[in-house]
């Protein structure tokens, strides 16, 4: 997987370590990731969230037979953050031939909880 020229690249999001049970990404709260007020954007949150799960789907399926694409996604943000970092620790709950859903946890470097999501992946078969 490559991130130049993503999202994931804008926002500064780091792959800490991946495993099929564990995904752990971590992001900075700095001026890519913080609302005009100074807190860190729930969209930077959600969007941590969703990288964390689609990474965590890649290793369930064949990349050369499937695709996988965050079809639903909700978060509950806890807590605000100005700066620092945040890691975001996914775990899935289904892993379907066709969906999966992940629980994902966002928390700072103390490990309070600052924001909770649930991701629904779609796998669809790529077209040859």
């Known amino acids: 997987m490559t991130a130049e020229n993503t999202l994931i690249e804008a926002l500064g999001i780091e792959v800490v370590s991946l495993d099929k049970n564990l995904v752990v990404l971590k992001m900075p709260v700095d001026k890519r990731t913080q609302q005009p007020a100074g807190f860190l954007h729930g969209g930077a949150s959600a969007a941590l969230a969703e990288t964390a799960a689609s990474i965590g789907a890649n290793a369930y399926v064949d990349t050369h037979e499937s695709s996988v694409f965050g079809i639903e996604i909700n978060a ?21 031939k066709t969906t999966m859903v992940w629980d994902i946890k966002i928390v700072d470097e103390l490990g309070y909880l600052i924001s909770v999501s649930r991701c629904t992946i779609r796998v669809v078969p790529r077209r040859k």
């Open 76 to 96: 509950n943000h806890i807590k605000s953050k100005r700066d620092g970092v945040v890691t975001a620790k996914a775990t899935p709950l289904h892993t379907g």
